[in-house]
């Protein structure tokens, strides 16, 4: 069973368009959120992270949205260009001493036209 | 500073044949951990390693083994492949419980 759900698939933009990718989860005890950007043929990276204690984070063109009550968030990549063209997957994972273990959703394949 | 290596980068198997996944960081990360990633499933954790001297399963563990040989090193081992093993493998690491995670390169291996 996905810990994480993530949607769209895969997302067609213009240049200088908005997309949005959206997330949901159920477990309450996740309490930390990252998103990750793959290129092809190269590992995840971490892009933007946020705690359940915001609402949102802004970095650069990058902005997670977070809704603590219907347990959803979701990445706004602002004046997209064609360098974002990635697959994008967001995660959940809870405070754990040890280690963090992420949950992956689906991924979000991002093509950007010029 | 190398970050996270992967060795191999591509590996080929035919069914029952073993092998060992290699994995290296040089960020002096307590915890280390192995992914695979399918077509369509995003990257499911298989085992983990909170800090050396421990290591624990995680979602995907079953026809694999790990290693925790020092505080930079975690191996992953396949003792009889089987063909749905065919995917493409990530190392992460990081400082500890709660931090980015860094992934390496990955090996993509297919099992025929």
């Known amino acids: 069973q996905q810990q994480v759900k993530q949607s769209p698939q895969s997302l067609i933009v213009q240049k200088g368009g908005i997309p949005i990718i959206n997330c949901a989860y159920e477990?309450?005890?996740?309490?930390?959120f990252p998103w990750y950007q793959q290129f092809p043929g190269k590992g995840p990276a971490l892009l933007i992270a946020?705690?359940?204690?915001?609402s949102e984070k802004k970095e650069g063109r990058f902005t997670i949205s977070f809704n603590k009550s219907a347990k959803q968030f979701s990445l706004h990549i602002m004046d997209s260009q064609p360098g974002d063209s990635a697959t994008y997957f967001c995660?959940?994972?809870?405070?754990?001493?040890?280690?963090?273990?992420?949950?992956f959703g689906t991924g979000t394949r991002l093509t950007v036209i010029p | 500073n190398a970050g996270v290596t992967q060795t191999p980068k591509f590996q080929v198997l035919k069914t029952g044949q073993s092998m060992t996944l290699q994995c290296a960081q040089d960020?002096?990360?307590?915890?280390m951990y192995w992914y695979r990633q399918d077509p369509g499933m995003g990257l499911r954790l298989i085992y983990y390693?909170?800090?050396?001297?421990?290591?624990d399963k995680g979602e995907v563990p079953n026809g694999y083994n790990v290693s925790r040989l020092n505080k930079r090193e975690f191996s992953l081992r396949l003792e009889s492949a089987a063909p749905s093993q065919t995917s493409v493998y990530f190392c992460?690491?990081?400082?500890?419980?709660?931090?980015?995670?860094?992934f390496g390169p990955g090996t993509r291996l297919t099992v025929l």
């Open positions: 960020m002096n990360h307590n915890s």
């Open positions: 995660a959940a994972s809870t405070r754990n001493a040890g280690a963090n273990n992420l949950f």
């Open positions: 390693s909170a800090s050396e001297g421990t290591t």
């Open positions: 477990n309450t005890a996740f309490d930390y």
């Open positions: 946020i705690r359940p204690d915001v």
């Open positions: 992460a690491s990081s400082l500890g419980g709660v931090g980015e995670q860094f």
